[in-house]
C-alpha cells in the first residue's frame, strides 16, 4: 500500500525506507575481490540490520576505470559506498546500521586490505522526501 508523504511524495508503509546502496570502485579492484560477492554480503547485512525493508533493498556497483587516488600510484584502489536512505530514523539507527555495513565491507575486504594500497569509505545520505519520486510493486510482490 502506498501512502502520501510529504509535499504528496508517495512513500511506503515503512515511511520510505529505501536504501539504495551504491558501492562505487576503481576497476582495479577487481583483480583483488570478487565485487559481485560484495554486492551480495552488503545486501545480507543490510536486511539483517532490520532498519531497512526487503522490498526496498538495492544494492548496485559503479566500476571507475577513470580515477586517480592518493599519489597517483596505478596500484592504488579505493572502493566508495554511499547509502541513500528515507528520513525518519533516529541518528542511532543510521549510525548502527552504517557500521555494520562498514564492518562487513572491511571484513570482505581484509585480505587485499593487507597486500594492495586500498582506501574504504562509506556516507549516508537522508533523502529529501519532497525531491525524490519512487513508483514500485516490489512491497507487494514480497508479501
Known amino acids: 500500500m502506498l501512502t502520501s508523504g510529504v509535499g504528496g511524495v508517495n512513500v511506503g508503509q515503512d515511511g520510505g525506507a529505501v536504501p539504495h546502496i551504491i558501492v562505487e570502485y576503481s576497476a582495479n579492484l577487481e583483480a583483488h575481490a ?3 560477492a560484495l554486492l551480495t554480503v ?11 525493508p526487503l522490498g526496498g533493498i538495492r544494492v548496485r556497483a559503479a566500476r571507475r576505470d577513470l580515477y586517480v587516488v592518493a599519489d597517483g600510484d596505478a596500484e592504488n584502489c579505493f572502493i566508495h559506498v554511499t547509502l541513500l536512505i528515507g528520513v525518519g530514523r533516529t541518528p542511532e539507527v543510521k549510525k548502527a546500521a552504517c557500521d555494520r555495513i562498514f564492518e562487513a565491507v572491511k571484513a570482505f575486504l581484509a585480505e587485499p586490505f593487507e597486500r594492495v594500497p586500498l582506501a574504504i569509505s562509506l556516507t549516508l545520505n537522508e533523502l ?7 513508483h514500485n510493486n516490489l512491497h507487494q510482490r514480497l508479501a
Not at 46 to 51: C, D, K, N
Not at 128 to 134: A, G, Q, S
Request: glycine residues 10%.
Open 128 to 134: 529529501n522526501p519532497e525531491l525524490t519520486y519512487r
Open 42 to 52: 552488503i545486501h545480507g547485512v543490510a536486511l539483517e540490520t532490520g532498519v531497512f
Open 34 to 36: 570478487d565485487m559481485r
